[in-house]
T-cell receptor, first 115, second 114 residues
Framework: DTAVSQTPKYLVTQMGNDKSIKCEQNLGHDTMYWYKQDSKKFLKIMFSYNNKELIINETVPNRFSPKSPDKAHLNLHINSLELGDSAVYFC??????????????FGPGTRLTVT | AQSVTQLGSHVSVSEGALVLLRCNYSSSVPPYLFWYVQYPNQGLQLLLKYTSAATLVKGINGFEAEFKKSETSFHLTKPSAHMSDAAEYFC????????????FGAGTILRVKS
């Protein structure tokens, strides 16, 4: 069983379109994240949800909207796609308890190409 | 804000040689530190983590890292490189006060020569 899964793995679309990426984890974790890896392989956090509540919202264009229907799912919707949105998007999950940092487990990534 | 610096974007070693990947961090609080590995076209896999227990941390695939507070370093080592170790390695620090987000270094590509 895959611990953190993402769909689709590859996404090719044109500028201006709206697309969604889905993420599911079966680890029983209470916190999920979205990271963006750019063409230079630099990884940067975008969002984080804890028990369906948004707790991290980095400086990301409001064209990006995360949605967490339950603790096991965190989806990423992107409106009006731009060329600069081309990247690999990683979902991750972890447990969180006050004062304790648990490691994050990453999904396989979704390679988004905007033409 | 915390930050991570990985010295050397590319490291090349011969098979059987020592692997040393350098990571320095800046943090105003005791850090939690991680090393992740990324194989081509794959996600990130956790190698090891430091969470304020033992300063020498052992991970998977024979890797280990030593936390040195005085040097603000968390270098990754492996005594003998294997061809299968060729990948990109990322050092990361966790910002607990910011919802446990990971701040990553720029990554180091490890090449293993036969």
């Amino acid at each position: 069983d895959t611990a953190v899964s993402q769909t689709p793995k590859y996404l090719v679309t044109q500028m201006g379109n709206d697309k969604s990426i889905k993420c599911e984890q079966n680890l029983g974790h209470d916190t999920m994240y979205w990271y963006k890896q750019d063409s230079k392989k630099f990884l940067k956090i975008m969002f984080s949800y804890n028990n369906k509540e948004l707790i991290i919202n980095e400086t990301v264009p409001n064209r990006f909207s995360p949605k967490s229907p339950d603790k096991a799912h965190l989806n990423l919707h992107i409106n009006s796609l731009e060329l600069g949105d081309s990247a690999v998007y990683f979902c991750a999950s972890s447990n969180s308890l006050a004062g304790v940092t648990y490691e994050q487990y990453f999904g396989p990534g979704t390679r988004l190409t905007v033409t | 804000a915390q930050s991570v610096t990985q010295l050397g974007s590319h490291v090349s070693v011969s098979e059987g040689a020592l692997v040393l990947l350098r990571c320095n961090y800046s943090s105003s609080v005791p850090p939690y530190l991680f090393w992740y590995v990324q194989y081509p076209n794959q996600g990130l896999q956790l190698l090891l983590k430091y969470t304020s227990a033992a300063t020498l941390v052992k991970g998977i695939n024979g890797f280990e890292a030593e936390f040195k507070k005085s040097e603000t370093s968390f270098h990754l080592t492996k005594p003998s490189a294997h061809m299968s170790d060729a990948a990109e390695y990322f050092c990361a620090v966790s910002e607990m006060e910011y919802g446990n987000k990971l701040v990553f270094g720029a990554g180091t590509i490890l090449r293993v020569k036969s």
